[in-house]
């Protein structure tokens, strides 16, 4: 499976920001997809995951309530809504996909797209 993330950029705190994962080369409807962060000097953390099986969506608790979730399997694309961005959001975002949730480093990786929210 191949994923490739985009839609990061420079937005100011407060505004909003959509990020797609486009996948191929594997059964999309099959898998479940994540979003991951990595700031600079930190360890990648969790962002936000949805299931393949029944749409359940599981999210940090720093981007709930700001952060939506979702996917499109005739597109095989799974989307990160992000609004009310902070500063702190500011990271390297990852899409994932695994068979399960929390199997993720079983799974396939795509390449980051940056999100910068300024101040």
């Known amino acids: 499976v191949q994923l490739q993330a985009s839609g990061g950029g420079l937005v100011q705190a407060g505004g909003s920001l959509r990020l797609s994962c486009a996948a191929s080369?594997?059964?999309?409807?099959?898998?479940?997809m994540g979003w991951f962060r990595q700031a600079p000097g930190k360890e990648r953390e969790f962002v936000a995951a949805i299931s393949w099986s029944d749409g359940s969506t599981y999210y940090a608790d720093s981007v709930k309530g700001r952060f939506t979730i979702s996917r499109d399997n005739a597109k095989n694309t799974v989307y990160l809504q992000m609004n009310s961005l902070k500063p702190e959001d500011t990271a390297v975002y990852y899409c994932?996909?695994?068979?399960?949730?929390?199997?993720?480093?079983?799974?396939?990786w795509g390449q980051g797209t940056l999100v910068t929210v300024s101040s």
């Open positions: 994932a996909a695994a068979p399960f949730i929390d199997s993720w480093y079983e799974g396939y």
């Open positions: 080369g594997g059964t999309f409807s099959r898998y479940a």
